[in-house]
């Protein structure tokens, strides 16, 4: 059985990613620091403590679970945060947090399996965002991580691709998950305002269902138009 990691798998994205590879019959491992907040139970999933911001714990997670398993066919880099609001007010912890979470643990975790995925002839996953694109107000710093990994992931592959790696980046726009929870403002209800996790998870399925030799290396997935919601302060949870 083809194994898959997917960072950030109890919410959101990377939860309709990794349900979606369990459907497609891999065995998946799932990082996060809450798995309370999924009801996701699998015999083919297995939910793993992992904080990405902890080095340590990242590079021990990684080399168990390659103990156990063998082989990795898929990593997702998807775990992220944002943070958002004029950069000058911008606390130094939540850049610190954006740059580890978003930036750091995906390049020390591609390193950490890229042998593994070099033998399988595998698949790199890298969730960035529309922002890597479109630089704007609000949100430099995020804005940079995601260019950041989008530059990784395509540096990454011109360097790979030889060995049969394939580096796929994945540039949703607003999606409706918990990732606004903190913000001030959220993605519209409307079917057409918004993207969804499994709208996602379809673009994931897509580039790995490619035949081998061909390689989707980027998607970007839009709402038909744009409407973002402001927020009033009580609607907003606290850190
Ligand atoms: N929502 C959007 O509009 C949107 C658009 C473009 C790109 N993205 C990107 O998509 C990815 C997933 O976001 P989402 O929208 O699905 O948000 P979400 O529902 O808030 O999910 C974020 C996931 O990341 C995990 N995570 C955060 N910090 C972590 C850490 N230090 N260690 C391990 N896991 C951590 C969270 O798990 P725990 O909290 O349990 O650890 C959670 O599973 C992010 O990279 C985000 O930047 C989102």
Redesign the pocket.
């Known amino acids: 059985m083809d194994v898959a990691l997917v960072?950030?798998?109890?919410?959101?994205?990377?939860?309709a990613v990794a349900r979606r590879l369990v459907e497609m019959g891999y065995g998946v491992y799932g990082?996060?620091?809450?798995?309370g907040?999924a009801s996701f139970r699998h015999e083919r999933y297995r939910p793993v403590d992992?904080?990405?911001?902890d080095t340590r714990v990242l590079l021990e997670r990684t080399e168990a679970l390659l103990r156990e398993t063998g082989g990795l066919k898929i990593l997702v880099n998807?775990?992220?945060?944002?943070f958002f609001g004029p950069h000058a007010t911008m606390a130094p912890d939540r850049i610190e947090r954006m740059v580890r979470?978003?930036l750091a643990a995906p390049m020390i975790l591609t390193r950490a399996t890229l042998k593994h995925l070099e033998h399988s002839r595998g698949f790199v996953i890298n969730?960035?965002?529309?922002a890597a694109l479109n630089p704007g107000p609000f949100g430099a710093a995020y804005g940079a991580t995601?260019a950041g990994l989008h530059q990784f992931g395509e540096a990454l592959f011109s360097e790979v691709r030889k060995s049969g790696i394939r580096v796929v980046t994945l540039f949703?726009?607003?999606?409706r998950?918990?990732?606004?929870d903190h913000a001030d403002f959220e993605?519209g209800e409307a079917p057409d305002a918004h993207i969804t996790?499994e709208c996602v998870a379809d673009a994931v399925a897509q580039a790995v269902g490619q035949r081998e030799g061909t390689v989707i290396t980027q998607i970007a997935i839009r709402p038909q138009r744009t409407q973002v919601v402001r927020k009033g302060p009580s609607q907003k949870k606290k850190d």
């Open positions: 960072t950030g798998a109890s919410s959101g994205i990377g939860l990082y996060a620091r809450d798995h907040k992992c904080d990405v911001m998807n775990a992220g945060v944002g979470t978003n969730i960035a965002s529309t995601k949703p726009d607003m999606t998950t918990s990732f606004y993605p996790p």
